[in-house]
Every structure is written in C-alpha cells, then in structure tokens.
C-alpha cells in the first residue's frame, strides 16, 4: 500500500474515533432534581442533563435509577434511563 495512502487513512480513523463518544452507565439515587436547569443529581454528587427525546419528567427524589449517559460538551447527557 502506498505509504501516503497508509497515512490518509490513519489520520481518518483516529479523526472518527476522537469524535465517537462512549455510552456509559451509572446506578445510584436521585439526590435532586432541578426543574430550572434540567439537571438530575445522583447521591454521588454528578450531574445529569437529558439528550434529545429522554423526559426526567417522571423521576422522583429518592428513586434509585440506572442511567446511560455520554459526556458532550462537558455534560453528562442522558440517552435513556430505567428505574430500579
């Protein structure tokens, strides 16, 4: 393979990786909701805000929760959740 060609396509496959965020899952309890801000705290103290189509609108304080979540923009946004 040509090693120009070779060095193309590597700086294409790190390019799509480095953009490519990883879902990952966290368990705990609702510690609070904020209504204004549409942040849900966990009893571990991090924050989580809904990604597009995803309602917090039927979680309650105390609710134990698992949620998959991925970090955008500094955020930890929520692509679904389930209660436990």
Do not use: R
């Not at 990786?17 to 368990?27: C, F, K, R, V």
């Not at 510690?31 to 597009?52: E, F, N, R």
């Amino acid at each position: 393979m040509n090693t120009k060609l070779l060095g193309i396509l590597t700086a294409v496959a790190m390019t799509a990786g480095a953009t490519l965020a990883m879902a990952a899952d966290a368990t705990g309890t609702i510690k609070s909701i904020d209504a204004v801000t549409h942040t849900v705290t966990l009893d571990t103290g991090a924050k989580y805000v809904p990604g597009a189509g995803v309602d917090f609108g039927k979680l309650k304080v105390g609710e134990k929760v698992k949620l998959t979540y991925s970090v955008a923009n500094g955020q930890n946004m929520v692509s679904a959740w389930k209660a436990m």
